[in-house]
C-alpha cells in the first residue's frame, strides 16, 4: 500500500505566501519524480513544478519566479513554496509520485487527495 498525503494549503491574500509538503509512505522501493499540478473549477489540471531524484526541476510559465519545489529524498516529501500569490493561483493541489514498490515492477504514478489554495484579492 502507498499513500501520498498533501498539507499545507488554505487562505491566503494576495501577495501572501503557503507552503505545501507532500509525502509518500508505505511499500516504495524508489521515487522517481514527485510533483505539484492544480485544477480550478472549470479548468483542467495542469502542471505547476516537478522535481527529479537528482533535483532537476521544472515549472508552469505562470509560476516561474515565484513558486519553488524541493524535496527531501530522505523523507519521501516534495514542498512547494509559493510567493507572490494571485487570485489566479486558487484551485485543488495535488501532489504525485511516480515511484516502484518492487524493483523489479513498472513505474507507477501515486496522487493525493488535494488541498484547496484559495488567494483572496
Known amino acids: 500500500q502507498v499513500q501520498v498525503v498533501e498539507s499545507g494549503g488554505g487562505l491566503v491574500q494576495a501577495g501572501g505566501s503557503l507552503r505545501l509538503s507532500c509525502a509518500a509512505s508505505g511499500s516504495i522501493f524508489t521515487i522517481n519524480a514527485m510533483g505539484w499540478y492544480r485544477q480550478a473549477p472549470g479548468k483542467q489540471r495542469e502542471l505547476v513544478a516537478d522535481i527529479t531524484s537528482g533535483g532537476t526541476t521544472n515549472y508552469a510559465d505562470s509560476v516561474k519566479g515565484r513558486f519553488t519545489i524541493s524535496r527531501d529524498n530522505a523523507k519521501n516529501t516534495v514542498y512547494l513554496q509559493m510567493n507572490s500569490l494571485k487570485p489566479e493561483d486558487t484551485a485543488v493541489y495535488y501532489c504525485?509520485?511516480?515511484?516502484?514498490?518492487?524493483?523489479?515492477?513498472?513505474?507507477?504514478?501515486?496522487w493525493g487527495q488535494g488541498t484547496q489554495v484559495t488567494v483572496s484579492s
Open positions: 504525485n509520485a511516480d515511484l516502484r514498490i518492487f524493483s523489479w515492477a513498472t513505474p507507477r504514478r501515486y
